[in-house]
């Protein structure tokens, strides 16, 4: 990867202020709007005793990958395509897939950096345990990241402009944050429902990091289902992606 080209993208990304809100902060901020309700702070039963607040830090990372994925990579790279900075970069040395590596790159570590800062506070604010199995749950996460990339790659493969790209990364977006569990945590979900949520890349994330957090390694099927659907993804993305 070329660094130079990884650099700039760094900086780019600094530029603009909303990416950098949505991904790295918002995340953050819902779980203490979340937490600050009395009620968030209580054990409930439905999530074998958990509080609400210690199940939504699993779902407020996985919001950062969503983020990330579905609608910044999209844009960042289609603006790129409909500026013309791919079909410009094929005559020098740098090839263009150097810059979507380093897209990649720079969304995932905003991404990650945006889950151990959700952890933090939620660790600090509202004393939500640490994962008990962090090995586990840095795969999961890991998995689910590149889910996430992949998904978005698609997304950019599928759009020829910035517009076309927010309308398809929305569309994609909002079940996405259902299957990840923001309205619903998927362990509360009715069964049926939880059985078919977690057949996507989100849900079956939120299963692996609720089993890790809990100090369980996290079940196959579901890192099975995240490295599935990244491998699908991927393969999808490099079938039909453009450089112009």
Known sequence: MNTAVLRTEFRLFRREPGAVFWVFLFPTLLLVI?????????????????????????????IALIMSGVQTLPQALTGHRERGILRRMR?????????????????????????LLALLVGRLA??????????????????????????????????????????????????MMFCAGVWIPVAAMPHAMARVVQLTPFGAAARALDR???????????????ALWTVLLTAGAARWFRWE
Do not use: C
């Not at 968030?40 to 999530?47: G, T």
């Not at 890790?212 to 995240?226: F, K, M, R, S």
């Open 34 to 62: 979340l937490g600050s309700i009395p009620s968030f702070r209580e054990a409930d039963k439905s999530l074998g005793g958990l509080r609400p607040v210690d199940a939504y830090v699993p779902v407020a990372v996985l």
């Open 91 to 115: 005559l020098t040395p740098v090839r263009p897939s150097a810059l979507l590596s380093a897209q990649m790159v720079v969304q995932g570590t905003v991404a990650l950096g945006s889950a």
């Open 126 to 175: 509202f004393d939500v345990r640490l994962p008990k199995q962090p090995g586990g749950y840095l795969l999961a996460l890991l998995l689910a990241g590149a889910a996430a990339l992949a998904l978005g790659s698609v997304v950019s493969a599928l759009s020829r402009t910035t517009k076309i790209a927010g309308a398809v990364g929305s569309a994609v977006f909002f079940p």
């Open 212 to 226: 890790a957090a809990a100090g369980h390694w996290p079940g196959w099927e579901h890192l099975g289902v995240l």
